[in-house]
């Protein structure tokens, strides 16, 4: 297995010797496990140039496989450590942007009050990716919203109300809230966030087509481009709630809301660090904002 660890820590460095230095081997041993997996695999994995070292495209079809027998491993090795009595193990969780911010650095702190030897492994993606990572077994369970996922099981845990977001001298600016229909009218920056969107929903529910611009993956940058001037959005108020942009946050009429949800295929098979932290959640889901 440490071979296999081995290479995936060369993958994500380019460099046998950042590896080697990371993982705590020299050069020459840890050049001796690519080549010894080499000859029992009868297939060359690693590709070295002056430029770093990249997988070949026979050893990029196998590593999704060793990545997850490396996943593998390491919940069989939480499943070892339970049945010792040990707490301790890797949680591997999907978020999206706001819930990484706002959520889970209290959830993290009190969780490691009772498991302090626990580590956690973050995959920021969206309501698309989420859901695929956990179907190919990168993580163990993530944070979407129930109408993006359609076969797997389903936790609901909040809805938080999303806002429209206005550059500080656009018209409607000192409104108690904005009309769905007048964010029409100005150019639409569009949160992208996979094959589901709750403001794309609220416009299509409406009979509303947004003047689409710009899609964006990162709310930060969009706010950056609505204080610029360049368009309006609609973010999650849990988002926008710390933020010093020149910006305006104001409720749509009608609301639009999000429902955030654990999402994950057989919480019985979950590695026992998740299971311990998905019950830890919802014994404090009313602390969280």
């Known amino acids: 297995m440490n071979r296999y660890i081995a290479l995936k820590k060369i993958v994500e460095l380019g460099s046998f010797t950042k590896a080697a230095e990371t993982l705590g081997y020299t050069q020459s041993s840890i050049s001796q496990m690519i080549a010894s997996l080499e000859n029992e695999l009868s297939i060359k994995l690693l590709n070295r140039s002056?430029?770093?070292v990249k997988l070949t495209l026979e050893g990029a079809e196998l590593y999704p496989f060793i990545e997850r027998?490396?996943?593998?491993?390491?919940?069989?090795?939480?499943?070892?450590n339970e049945?010792?009595?040990l707490e301790s193990g890797v949680i591997r969780v999907g978020t999206i942007s706001s819930i990484t911010c706002h959520w889970m650095p209290g959830l993290i702190k009190g969780f490691q009050e009772h498991y302090p030897h626990v580590q956690f492994l973050f995959h920021q993606g969206d309501y698309q990716l989420i859901p695929e990572w956990i179907r190919t077994g990168a993580i163990d369970f993530g944070f979407v919203t129930p109408p993006a996922v359609s076969d797997m099981n389903t936790v609901p845990i909040k809805d938080g109300?999303?806002?429209?977001?206005?550059?500080?001298?656009?018209?409607?600016?000192?409104?108690r809230s904005v009309p769905i229909q007048a964010l029409t009218k100005s150019p639409f920056i569009l949160l992208e966030e996979g094959n589901y969107s709750e403001p794309m929903n609220a416009f299509a529910e409406a009979g509303l087509t947004p003047d689409i611009q710009y899609r964006i993956h990162d709310d930060y940058a969009i706010?950056?481009?609505?204080?610029?001037?360049?368009?309006?959005?609609?973010?999650?108020e849990l988002m926008v709630r710390r933020t010093n942009y020149n910006i305006?946050?104001?409720p749509i009429d009608p609301p639009v809301y999000r429902s955030l949800a654990i999402c994950f295929k057989d919480k019985?098979?979950?590695?026992?660090?998740?299971?311990?932290f998905i019950k830890y959640?919802?014994?404090h889901i009313a602390e969280l904002p």
Not at 69 to 80: D, H, L
Not at 161 to 173: D, T, V, W
């Open 50 to 52: 002056r430029h770093g």
């Open 69 to 80: 027998t490396i996943y593998q491993y390491q919940a069989m090795q939480e499943k070892a």
């Open 83 to 85: 049945i010792k009595g």
């Open 161 to 175: 109300e999303m806002l429209a977001i206005l550059p500080s001298n656009h018209p409607l600016a000192n409104e």
């Open 223 to 236: 706010m950056t481009m609505v204080e610029a001037g360049l368009g309006v959005s609609i973010l999650a």
């Open 248 to 250: 305006v946050c104001l």
């Open 268 to 276: 019985s098979s979950l590695p026992i660090a998740s299971q311990y």
């Open 281 to 283: 959640l919802l014994e």
